[in-house]
């Protein structure tokens, strides 16, 4: 069965930084772009970054030149570097691997980023 795990989430002051872990397990399938996600309280869910095989980055403006999205050597596993942590930036982080209208696992449990002093 293919399951997502988030980790890393965690309570960080402004300013600060959080390095954000995913692995997809039980899958045979590698996709070629695998991305983070966020959802706020009463928001949608939102584009934070993604990552092609080849290392081509996307990232969403509001995040741009603060976060790093990498892949590790491990099937499906990606990383997030966010650094200058912001208020708005509090949200439960995703992972997953954008399939044309749909996605190529279920959604995990996320990890919770809170961003307060």
């Known amino acids: 069965q293919v399951q997502l795990v988030e980790s890393g989430g965690g309570l960080v002051q402004p300013g600060g930084s959080l390095r954000l872990s995913c692995a997809a397990s039980?899958?045979?399938?590698?996709?070629?772009?695998m991305g983070w996600y966020r959802q706020a309280p009463g928001k949608q869910r939102e584009l934070v970054a993604t990552i092609t095989n080849g290392g081509s980055e996307n990232y969403g403006d509001s995040v741009k030149g603060r976060f790093t999205i990498s892949r590790g050597n491990a099937r499906n596993t990606v990383y997030l570097q966010m650094n200058s942590l912001k208020p708005e930036d509090t949200a439960v982080y995703y992972c997953?691997?954008?399939?044309?209208?749909?996605?190529?696992?279920?959604w995990g449990q996320g990890t919770q980023v809170t961003v307060s002093s």
């Open positions: 997953n691997a954008p399939y044309g209208s749909t996605w190529y696992f279920p």
């Open positions: 039980g899958s045979t399938f590698s996709p070629d772009t």
